[in-house]
């Protein structure tokens, strides 16, 4: 199976070891993005996959390319286009301190900029089994939501797997309101086969209600009135639960049938950037190998809270890892 | 309110990540000192302040300046004298391993080495609305105990607030005894406005005895009485409270009036050098700007605990970062 | 005297050791621009100096002005527009391998994006003695333009000096062709007094012709004519000359009356940008301080070649190490 | 007391801040090994100590020799044979996340390829007092069996103790089974005066069986049984309790009389690899000073829990630190 | 065309800014070989390429095939056996300092220990235009002699080009004589077309004698009876010229009719080794695509001086930036 | 034959890649001294080394005779006296940017400190065989000197050879006079055999006329009449020549008969701080070994200039290394 996500890439500055922009003239530099992180983590699972995306014809578009390749995604379908990588400043917090990101002109990014036009998707989409689309290109700029748009009904016309991340950012989109963001969602979602989301993403951005009274059912019954709306074959997200200082972690799915829920894990965070698509890469997998919907969304929880251990965005864990995790958990050194 | 602080710059070096100094060929260097914490915390509040001390006139002393500068400090009292600054190694600790700090050499420091005729302090005063004065002057040589004592005379003479931190440290003071010691702090108190200190200064440093029988009453009837003493407006210190591994913060602050108290924050330490000097500075943020005396504890308590989480000495945070851990203290990611 | 720039900032970010952007994880980050570096240097030769353009409102914004107070120029005219910097990277070149710089997004930053609405000049000019105006603002925007050409005439007509630097970069100016550019450089030139520029700036930019017949006095006829149209007080630059691979450095100034060259001084490069900022902070120094012509582009010259050997573009010179330079060039060892 | 211990020397490999290997190009290497391990930290606890191996004659050889010296291990001992020195990259972990050690070639290494002949044994051994013995050398290769052997007989007879570590690895023991290896752990025991192991080590390995009915009872019994079979002087090691995600070490030690257990201590990991031979460090100062048992173990135990908060294998703590820890826990901070 | 290289990745670890082994604890590390190093040129200069090679089924493994992806180089062909990789030391040199390299088991890596079986030589075989085999096949272990010689033989027979490699290193032949070594070489020869060496190779390795008396036409007279006995139809290599403390570096290039050689081009030092590889990619690229010869190797001879200026052995040069020094070579900055 | 030397241990603290102290926040940190370079060298010939001084005890000094182990010398007359190490910045220069150090309390040091009474010189002088003193015991304490005097007249007393360094630094003596200085330096010539000096330390510092005509035999004279007048059996020295922007080393050597100098060679910088010592070094060897005094001085030589493109002052070549390079000087890597 031939994964394919459509994506921006950004360059991530981080300061070593918890330090404040101020405090330090050295900065960590990766390239990250929702489509990279999932791809990334299901090329380490061990599926061929492959970035739509633009980049600068410069340097830095070199390094990213060069970086990406090394994440394990294939880059044939990287064109260039405009003269620069949205970019992003990460200063780590620690514990009640939180950490602070700092957006650097993101909108005017070769990928911001660049329309369906842009991109060959005809000849594209008939190379790939199953393409993901992370609804910040709805939020991010005209062109990207069109193209964004082409993209899936493209796939889903084509008999391809269409893989929508709600993604909804309210920062990202204090100039559009709600109601036209809610348009937007509404034109994409019927092109859709999986979606990941939550609660909060279907009643406030969609707008649909809470209709059941017994509040067990409640959640279950909404997510069944959307899937059946948009004919949505698989629905996913995680619930994160606090309890004093612990935090935890547990996934959900439903398929167009039954609905199963991982038992929570405990989260310790080193860098929680990124986690949620270690968990969507997880449940990808699961779903493009037909596991069982109970084994999916358990490896998918178990590499979401493997994704908070590792430094950066990008989740780099192995299905080794993964079930190492999962089979013996008080192990802490492997020889 | 133009703040000044009279006090030594030191050279702090620091092995990366938990190492020992045997364990490192490289070594973070930064400029600290109690003034310096203050004042760039109360710069990063956006209150105009000013550093007097003196500096060794060579490069790192230019350095420093320039370190000085770079944390909001105005350096246009810094003087040169001498040509040495002190510094101290701080291994980290971690888990049950203490922090080991070692000194080198801070007596024959430029600062140790000034008395009251290597400043013009007729000059500064006029132009200060409030200075601080840490009980470190009081302990490190007998020039520095002599230019404390002639600036706080001299600005309380001049109408301006003097703020005083106890800051004993028996270890400064091995060959002085603790009479000694009492005997300058008696003199420098009746000039004083401000002071920071805890019950062990009143008690074992001062000599003041328990009077009150009932032990919930015992701590405010003593400080009341130093503060009619002395005539003291406000008195403020930490209380650190340890349950099992979980350490709290809880502050407290006494006007002529009135005594309040902070609810308790757990402590997470990433390097707690210096967070006593954030709460000084959030204390000192709300009395410049007559905050309720509630809001200032409360303020000075989460910065004290903000400047846990902060590598280094000096506390950066600002008011936003403040009032964000205050209102929203289970947000871990801003974006 | 108080000597301000108006300029943008930006932020560079460099491989270490000669690195590719392929080749390392990390960046070392520092903040630069034509302004900050001959501010910089002015005020590490003891001048009063301030800088005035926008930055965002954010964390990278308020890193970029700690770092510019950390040079030892003001802040104060700073103020906060737009949510953007713009940035560079470097990647040093090593013998044949020449730098390759590869700018992201110099247009929208910041001060791209201001025009002369966004900042209160006529507050600043009545406070400055001295304002320098890089021709970077006549190429970077629009905004940039209006409020370049606004600033020199307020300052002009306020009898203030104006200090202009042609620095034309073809590659800038690829939409408006060198007409449209020379008609804005006629506009800004009748307010300025001194100006660093190039025979090549003359002639090809502002369409100045080579009149006298006889090679060696061609250049001084045509800076003359060039002075008188826009009424120039002073006008320097530096030769670039070539012996196999040695290069060498020498700086001209021409007054009203005299012309003067520096003797050529060798070059060794560690990092060339920014170089030809030092010998103009090395020219505004002596022309303010009204040192003679000569002992003026000696040291200005001198202060260019020891800008290439300091990593970055900003100078960080002091008067004693330029003098140490002239007087015992032999000495590679001070202690 | 002259302190000897017979071992390789591995060069370790680790990424900074708990990066991968694939998100750093940035290693930093240290020299280490069991023996390594122990008279490093005996020699900080002022012992005088010295490593018995072979390292290859050449830069890498010499740079393992000059980083043993820093450690306080004397190099006299240090042969050269062979080419190659064995090395492991840890890639540490984070919470859930185990650290993953790879190893390199450990079999071809100079120490491995070394047998008796390669070592003037004879004269060592009539100059040491103690001699250490990892059981990575019954494991390792056929020529490092025979030396250690051959070392333990000689020392055995020339009156000097031997201190063996069972430190049994079946992955290093795929091609020889457990019956191959019980026979070398057979062959070497008779040689030995003190010994550290596990329960584990004794049924597994050596195949006693657990006799006692009464739970409590049934570990001393076997220790009993074990100890007398082979003339064993002294058994120490240690239990490892969880409780959620709490760990605890505490040691146990026998004398042929007695057997003491200290109370547990928690664990706050940074580092866990080398724990144990910080614990084993502790053991064989008390036994070589003759401290009552209780006072060895409860100082091995205090010694062991430090380690796990120091980077990399080699415990360097100083018999004050230790003591600091156990008399003052809740110090976080020393000047 | 794809090209492929059959050959050994090795882990090179350089301590940083000149610094000797003793002087540093951090060390940068990339993985490297002839065939990396060709093949990732070649793929910045646009060609696809494909690596022949075994790496271990471990972490490192994994990290070095993530790092050659990086460069640009497909891992389609890299296999898993064995668990260990080459590696070596570079302390590098500086003025008459020589750069010291200190190899690392290099006969025990998954590639030294794979034979032809190892590999699908069949398969790839069809897939590929051109291979490259490295001389360092022939002399590093038994089972890398035998592979070379299948592969080499399989291609010949598929009518696919076979580029060799000299690369005779006699210190790893000291137990193999050069008698052994010259069957080797006779037996690989006659399935070359494209070859590189000097003139040492064919007269102290081969042991062709020096026919001709003309000393200018000794060496052409020699090349062509070598290329006429093996029916190579390229023939390339380099001169080295040195004149006091300046270096130069001339290639050469035969095919069956012509003889050409460049302009001799001065040699600035930064990291020599691996600089050959980037001549060797220069005239792949100019074979491949028939560009005249002496556009060949004058482009491979100034990528082989500009591989000179990059840290470690793998040139990253691309078209663009060689032409660049061709035809402006005393620009130093390009932005 | 066992060789000391007595001297003081600084640390150097040098910002990476020729930054300057305002530019970095990272700093290397290594342990230096003439005695300890001298020493570190002499070890890495081979040689039985051990250093006579005193540092604090605490962390630092224990981090500082860890170092010193390191280099390879035994540190078992190192004391413990005070508390303070002193230290200097080195800001390293590049092409006409001198490298600047900056010194930090040199003088409160534990050895500038410590007289003969904190030595145990008794004890120390029967077991060495040849002392090395550093003029700068002369200079730098009243302290100091007396223990350098004690020392010398003990060892001349016990018949074991005294080597002497004039090493004369006017900055360290400001406040004593030149007269003062000489009458220091000819107590301490009487007990000397060896000594390093030059001319200007015979005529400016000792006051000896240059007596002889003819330019060409002056120094000889000089050096003649000095020797006598003190009884030296050996004086050793260099001549810096320059020559456009080449530098040569040539080192000079007298015994009791005869005078010789070996051929210039051309120093390429990388670090000059301790070069020096590197010569003193190899002089030592060759005499100790009684070598012709020709090979002796011309190995020296080449050591000096080796030791310039080393990091930090302290020489670390082997006997090896400088054989090679005197041996093959166009061998530019060895592997």
């Known amino acids: ?176 309101g709600v109601a036209f963001m809610r348009e937007q969602y509404e034109k994409i979602l019927p092109y859709c086969d999986l979606v990941f989301g939550s609660q909060r993403d279907l009643t406030e951005l969609l707008g649909l209600s809470l209709n059941e009274t017994k509040e067990e059912s409640q959640f279950e019954e909404l997510v069944r009135r959307f899937m059946q709306t948009y004919s949505i074959s698989h629905f996913a997200g995680t619930f994160r639960q606090g309890e004093g200082t612990k935090h935890y972690l547990a996934g959900f799915l439903f398929d167009t049938k039954n609905y199963v829920q991982a038992a929570p894990r405990e989260i310790v965070n080193l860098d929680r950037i990124g986690a949620g698509d270690g968990f969507a890469a997880g449940i990808l997998l699961g779903i493009s190998e037909a596991w069982p919907l109970i084994d999916t969304v358990e490896f998918a929880t178990a590499n979401g809270v493997l994704a908070h251990t590792i430094q950066g965005d990008v989740p780099l864990t192995t299905r080794k890892q993964v079930k190492h995790v999962m089979e013996q958990p008080t192990v802490d050194l492997i020889r």
């Open 1 to 176: 199976m031939k994964i394919a996500a459509f994506g921006e890439v950004m360059m991530r500055l981080t300061p070593p070891e918890y330090l404040l922009l101020e405090q330090t003239k050295e900065l960590r530099f990766t390239f990250t993005g929702t489509g990279v992180n999932i791809l990334s983590n299901l090329a380490h699972f061990g599926c061929q996959t492959s970035l739509i995306t633009n980049l600068p014809e410069n340097r830095l578009g070199e390094a990213a390319k060069a970086n990406i390749r090394q994440l394990g995604i294939q880059d044939q379908w990287i064109g260039t286009f405009g003269g620069h990588i949205g970019s992003y400043f990460a200063e780590m917090g620690f514990g009640p301190r939180p950490t602070q990101v700092t957006y650097q002109n993101r909108r005017n990014s070769s990928f911001g900029m660049s329309d369906a036009s842009c991109y060959d998707f005809e000849r594209l989409v008939d190379e790939l089994d199953l393409v993901h689309i992370c609804g910040i290109s709805l939020s991010l700029t005209e062109q990207t939501r069109e193209a964004a748009l082409t993209l899936a009904k493209l796939a889903h016309e084509k008999g391809k797997k269409v893989c929508f991340d709600f993604n909804f950012r309210p920062s990202l989109n204090e100039t559009n």
